[in-house]
């Protein structure tokens, strides 16, 4: 990690310790963000498109497992799903 970059994410569950930092999904939004605005500003290319894209996919997957953890009841649980 560059020495320029600080996230503090998430120690523990939200249910246990409060939100105390970011998700990786806020990380995702952050970056779609700052690259929708070079798509948006004067350095619209392919590449940004494509990363977009796969950006948002990866958060669709994230929250598909959120969604699957909540469904079988061990969300904010140190536990596996199926």
Do not use: S
């Not at 952050?30 to 590449?47: I, S």
Request: charged letters at 35%; one cysteine or more.
């Amino acid at each position: 990690m560059r020495e320029h970059i600080n996230i503090k994410f998430q120690e523990g569950t939200v249910q246990k310790h409060g939100v105390n930092g970011a998700q990786i999904e806020d990380v995702i939004d952050v970056l779609v963000e700052r690259l929708e605005g070079f798509q948006k500003g004067g350095y619209p290319c392919r590449e940004n498109a494509l990363a977009i894209t796969k950006l948002e996919e990866a958060r669709m997957w994230l929250n598909e497992r959120t969604r699957k953890r909540q469904k079988q009841g061990v969300e904010g649980k140190y536990t596996n799903h199926k």
